[in-house]
């Protein structure tokens, strides 16, 4: 009956133990989620207040988010990456040659 109740002390223990890990990464999530939000909070506000990271140096263009100032220079550069394997057509951004690419299969 000892081994018993000492068994019964071990699994209070243990899952005492296994709850307060629990929370503890729940409590992680809800923090990393919150600092997500907090970050696009802080992006999207950029875009009202004008406050951009990211400008470009051949024009008066800024952007809250750099691939976004990418994309944008590579209407400066002429640069066209993403090329259609089965027309040869080519794309400044790999959306666009997703969506040509369905021109092909109808």
């Known amino acids: 009956q ?3 109740h000492w068994i019964s002390e071990v699994n209070v223990k243990i899952e005492s133990e296994v709850t307060e890990e629990l929370i503890n990464i729940q409590s992680v999530e809800i923090k990393l989620k919150e600092e997500n939000e907090i ?3 802080m992006r999207h506000k950029r875009i009202h207040t004008g406050n951009n990271l990211y400008k470009c ?3 008066s263009n800024a952007f809250s988010k750099k691939r976004c100032l ?6 400066h ?5 993403y090329q259609c394997i089965q027309c040869d ?14 021109t092909h299969t109808g």
């Open 77 to 81: 550069s002429g640069e066209k990456p």
């Open 70 to 75: 990418i994309f944008h220079q590579r209407i």
């Open 39 to 41: 970050s696009d909070l």
């Open 57 to 59: 140096r051949q024009c």
């Open 89 to 102: 057509k080519v794309f400044s951004q790999n959306s666009v040659l997703t969506r040509h690419m369905r």
């Open 2 to 4: 000892k081994s018993a």
